[in-house]
């Protein structure tokens, strides 16, 4: 009872609306992505998102709660989604860059997996992390392979490929400002171009 009337007067004070755990879940990602996984705490989410304490009862028992939801949506957004979507592109060339475009030009996503990246030995992050890189660096994989790469080639390539973008955005978190957007897609074309015809026939040999 307590927690439904404090519900009722939690209403955020920028939307003028009341908060749902949608609203708290969003954002504790961009806290997470300001700050890491210590960012994620009650109150500084509640002055984020203009309000008290109150709702985030009603929607959550701890915030070890909101941090896994945080984690969850991470990986639903930023993973499950995002490969749905490229789904819809037929060609593997296409669907590498399209990719890369998205990767390398999501600020907001790189600083979360970046973030999540530095926090690695928490125990509520690093099953998420260890799920979601098996499955991007996967997708990678299939992407190259699909482009006509070989199995042990398109692993490397993969492997290269999403060590770069980690190693991009952590550099970002480290210090701010060293890198720039200007050409960044263009510089990467190396990682983008597909296997020459005979390049599978080549290795074979």
Known sequence: MVHAIRYRTAVSKEKG???GRADWVDAALEALAAGGVSA?????????LGTTKGSFYWHFANRAELVTAALAEWEQRYTERVIADLAQIPEPGARLRG?????????LTGAIDAAVLADAASPLVAP???RVTRRRLGYLHETYAAMGLPPDLAASRALLAYTTYVGLFSLRRAAPGVVSDVGLVDALEPLL?????????????
């Not at 994620?40 to 984020?48: I, Q, S």
């Not at 171009?193 to 040999?205: I, K, T």
């Open 17 to 19: 609306r009341r908060l």
């Open 40 to 48: 994620v705490a009650v109150e500084p989410v509640a002055v984020r």
């Open 99 to 107: 990719l890369f475009q998205r990767a390398f030009g999501g600020r």
């Open 128 to 130: 998420v992390l260890e």
């Open 193 to 205: 171009a597909p296997a020459r015809p005979d390049f599978g026939r080549d290795h074979a040999r």
